[in-house]
């Protein structure tokens, strides 16, 4: 039986990955061949033998739905990090696959659920395919994302019992951030909570310098009516954080502007930077890597070195959810 559930909201969610190494990780920038409004207006029930439709090099594909994840797994995570992080890796991709599937198809691509694009949905490489790039490691590796994904087979996060929007990214600050200072929209288990080891993601603190000239020039296609004579230092005023430590707003050259969309003008790594001058430069150092919100990858590295399973890990990083099978929610 089908279900009409009515949520009432709209959101814009921005998804964009990464890459690191071998890893992708999903991330959220603003641009526009990035955006997607996922307005939720339908739900069908889904098992977990379910069969998704996948845009693979833009030619839909039936794949199972466990097969789909092990894809996406093996595309977003280092299969060397702790089996119970890559357990939290494998719900949180079904999670966002079932959203997607209960959502309806996207206008992108109407003759499927999910594509592999990573700036759209999710990366998605087959395992095996993937596996010829691991080396010595290979078998090991396979195992190792074969049992994270089975262990954990049709289980989701779920909030008021509807699976969530399971947006992570590689690495957050000493908090995440919320998706109310990111994106605008307030998503009650988005919110900001402790964050450890991030700094273990080798790009968590990185500074990217410009010249002055480089700046303008990239500014003045961007953002034309920012006003960028005088001397660099007099260019960013009146700056707005998150509680998390990431721009919300500020104003560049006398025009405000959002962190994520000058996170994505200039290709910074996160947010959450500062910036100091000189008399012909301008330089942002960066904490974290990605858009801090939800999971953080190295932040479930952590947890699981510290003997936490993947459940605790997920429900720590989603405030106020609860993980259940498909076939729980679909009762
Ligand atoms: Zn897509």
């Given at each position: 039986m089908?279900?009409?559930?009515?949520?009432?909201?709209?959101?814009t969610?921005f998804?964009?990955?990464?890459?690191?190494g071998i890893?992708?990780?999903n991330?959220?920038?603003?641009s526009?061949f990035m955006?997607d409004?996922?307005s939720?207006?339908?739900?069908a029930?889904?098992?977990d033998?379910?069969?998704i439709?996948v845009?693979?090099?833009?030619?839909?594909?039936q794949?199972?739905l466990e097969?789909y994840?092990t894809?996406?797994?093996?595309?977003?995570i280092?299969p060397d990090f702790?089996?119970?992080?890559?357990k939290?890796q494998?719900v949180?991709?079904?999670?966002?696959?079932?959203?997607k599937?209960?959502a309806?198809?996207s206008?992108?691509?109407?003759?499927?659920?999910?594509?592999?694009d990573f700036?759209h949905c999710?990366a998605?490489t087959?395992?095996t395919?993937k596996?010829?790039?691991?080396g010595d490691n290979?078998?090991?590796?396979?195992?190792t994302?074969l049992?994270a994904?089975?262990?954990t087979?049709g289980l989701?996060?779920?909030?008021e019992?509807q699976?969530i929007?399971?947006?992570?990214?590689a690495?957050?600050?000493?908090?995440?951030e919320?998706a109310?200072?990111?994106?605008?929209?307030?998503?009650p288990?988005?919110?900001?909570?402790?964050s450890?080891?991030?700094?273990?993601c080798?790009?968590?603190k990185?500074?990217?310098t410009?010249?002055a000239d480089?700046?303008?020039?990239?500014?003045?296609?961007?953002?034309?009516s920012?006003?960028?004579?005088?001397?660099?230092?007099?260019?960013?005023?009146n700056?707005?954080?998150s509680?998390?430590?990431g721009?919300?707003?500020v104003?560049?050259?006398?025009v405000?502007?959002?962190?994520?969309?000058?996170r994505e003008?200039l290709?910074l790594n996160?947010t959450?930077f500062?910036?100091?001058t000189?008399?012909?430069?301008i330089s942002f150092h960066?904490?974290?890597?990605?858009h801090?919100?939800?999971?953080?990858?190295?932040?479930?590295?952590?947890?699981?070195?510290?003997?936490?399973?993947?459940d605790?890990i997920?429900?720590?990083y989603?405030?106020?959810t609860?993980?259940?099978?498909?076939?729980e929610?679909s009762?």
């Amino acid at each position: 039986m089908r279900k009409i559930i009515s949520l009432g909201i709209v959101l814009t969610i921005f998804i964009y990955l990464l890459p690191v190494g071998i890893q992708y990780i999903n991330d959220n920038s603003k641009s526009s061949f990035m955006q997607d409004m996922l307005s939720v207006h339908a739900s069908a029930e889904i098992k977990d033998d379910e069969m998704i439709t996948v845009s693979v090099d833009g030619k839909a594909e039936q794949i199972s739905l466990e097969d789909y994840i092990t894809g996406v797994v093996a595309a977003e995570i280092s299969p060397d990090f702790p089996v119970e992080a890559i357990k939290a890796q494998a719900v949180a991709a079904r999670t966002y696959a079932v959203y997607k599937m209960r959502a309806g198809r996207s206008d992108t691509h109407p003759d499927a659920d999910v594509c592999d694009d990573f700036h759209h949905c999710a990366a998605y490489t087959p395992l095996t395919e993937k596996a010829a790039s691991w080396g010595d490691n290979s078998e090991n590796y396979q195992n190792t994302i074969l049992q994270a994904v089975n262990d954990t087979k049709g289980l989701i996060v779920t909030y008021e019992n509807q699976p969530i929007i399971a947006v992570f990214s590689a690495a957050s600050g000493d908090m995440t951030e919320s998706a109310k200072d990111v994106w605008g929209s307030d998503i009650p288990y988005l919110v900001s909570v402790e964050s450890k080891g991030g700094d273990a993601c080798s790009k968590y603190k990185e500074t990217i310098t410009f010249t002055a000239d480089e700046f303008r020039n990239i500014i003045q296609k961007a953002i034309p009516s920012a006003d960028l004579t005088g001397k660099p230092e007099t260019w960013f005023t009146n700056s707005e954080r998150s509680s998390a430590g990431g721009i919300k707003t500020v104003k560049l050259g006398s025009v405000q502007v959002t962190g994520t969309d000058l996170r994505e003008t200039l290709g910074l790594n996160s947010t959450n930077f500062t910036v100091s001058t000189s008399e012909d430069s301008i330089s942002f150092h960066t904490i974290g890597y990605g858009h801090g919100v939800g999971l953080s990858q190295y932040g479930a590295k952590y947890l699981a070195e510290q003997g936490q399973t993947y459940d605790q890990i997920l429900t720590h990083y989603y405030t106020g959810t609860q993980i259940k099978s498909l076939d729980e929610i679909s009762e």
